[in-house]
């Protein structure tokens, strides 16, 4: 179990955080293309000399950084320059390693270009060594995650957190709720969701806890339910299965329903909290051991929140949105199935769209 107290404000120098400088006053508006962002810590790997796509295009001139960690103020980070690092394309937001880039060659990577991969015959396989982090600000920006309500999934949850309560969070979910290829715990999307709750309610006094089980789906969530979030005492459950459900040999969409409905009905039950189901996004398109049909499985994650009456959190939609642009690959730390730093804060953007 992993716990991140949240009582107190603590200073940051790591945190990454995205600034939307728009006229608007309420976040929850649903927004159009053509706000001022400032991108901070998304992640790219690029192949040889070939473009890679930022979320946005529009940059502003002189407004980009790239550097070899996520973390800013990292004394081992090495920040790239431009023109001989690296070349970028303002207009369509795009950047290509240059001949002689001392950017590692996401060409060279093992699994460059293989169709219907088997990760299992090969010793290393991560993304790690080949991200680059980039700052930036667009012109053309727009929220990645819909702002949507589900104020009357949380109506406790909302009332502890202004009042100053002792609030205990607990998420219950594979590896990826396990914080799998997050550089730290500040990074995990829970983390960083946190620090937003704590940006919107400064009185509010909770901790987050992880019970997940990582490798595995929703059905050892309902049987090995004892000995993992039995034992905890939660107010607020973030529900997140999928993955591996959706893997070949999975549990199938209808009866991964069903397993999240009974999972929801146990924790309203014996915990008396409230809950909070989220979907997954697509594991690699590439990968061998995928059903790839994960639009599957988010609608019954959202379907299953109806039933169960338990508020929804759309990361599949956030997901879907960035690889209109963006490669796969720029997000997976294992390049199958686990998200990076910038991949948390794309589930953290997800959350904070939640109103409630």
Not at 90 to 107: A, F, H, L, W
Not at 149 to 163: G, T
Not at 173 to 196: D, L
Not at 317 to 326: A, I
């Amino acid at each position: 179990m992993t716990s991140t107290a949240l009582g107190q404000p603590k200073p940051n120098e790591n945190k990454i955080s995205t600034v939307y400088n728009s006229n608007q006053e309420n976040n929850n508006v649903i927004s159009t293309r053509g706000i001022t962002m400032d991108i901070q810590g998304e992640s790219l790997v690029l192949a040889a000399t070939q473009a890679g796509r930022l979320c946005f295009d529009s940059l502003v001139k002189r407004s980009v950084i790239v550097r070899s960690t996520y973390q800013r103020q990292n004394a081992n980070s090495k920040i790239y320059v431009e023109g001989v690092d690296y070349i970028v394309d303002y207009e369509k937001g795009e950047i290509q390693r240059t001949t002689n880039s001392s950017i590692p060659d996401y060409s060279k990577h093992v699994l460059y270009e293989k169709k219907d991969f088997d990760h299992t015959k090969f010793t290393d396989f991560s993304n790690h060594p080949y991200f680059i982090w980039v700052d930036y600000a667009t012109k053309n920006g727009e929220r990645l995650a819909k702002p949507n309500d589900q104020s009357k999934y949380l109506v406790n949850f909302r009332k502890k957190l202004e009042s100053g309560q002792p609030v205990s969070i607990v998420s219950y979910g594979n590896s990826i709720t396990a914080g799998g290829e997050a550089s730290s715990t500040a990074f995990r999307f829970q983390s960083v969701y946190g620090n937003y709750l704590k940006s919107i309610f400064p009185q509010a006094n909770f901790k987050i806890d992880d019970v997940s089980i990582p490798g595995y789906s929703s059905k050892q969530g309902i049987e090995w339910w004892d000995t993992y979030i039995g034992k905890t005492s939660p107010d607020l459950v973030l529900v997140g299965w999928g993955m591996n459900d959706h893997n070949k040999g999975g549990n199938p969409p209808e009866q991964f329903r069903k397993n999240l409905v009974k999972l929801v009905g146990m924790i309203k039950e014996r915990k008396n909290a409230e809950v909070i189901l989220y979907s997954a996004f697509p594991p690699n398109d590439d990968w061998h051991y995928g059903s790839h049909s994960m639009e599957l499985y988010a609608a019954a994650t959202k379907q299953a929140a109806l039933e169960a009456n338990c508020a929804y959190v759309d990361v599949y939609s956030t997901w879907m949105k960035v690889f209109k642009r963006k490669d796969q690959s720029s997000l997976l730390g294992n390049n199958i199935n686990h998200p990076n730093d910038f991949g948390h804060w794309l589930y953290a953007q997800a959350f904070e769209a939640m109103h409630f």
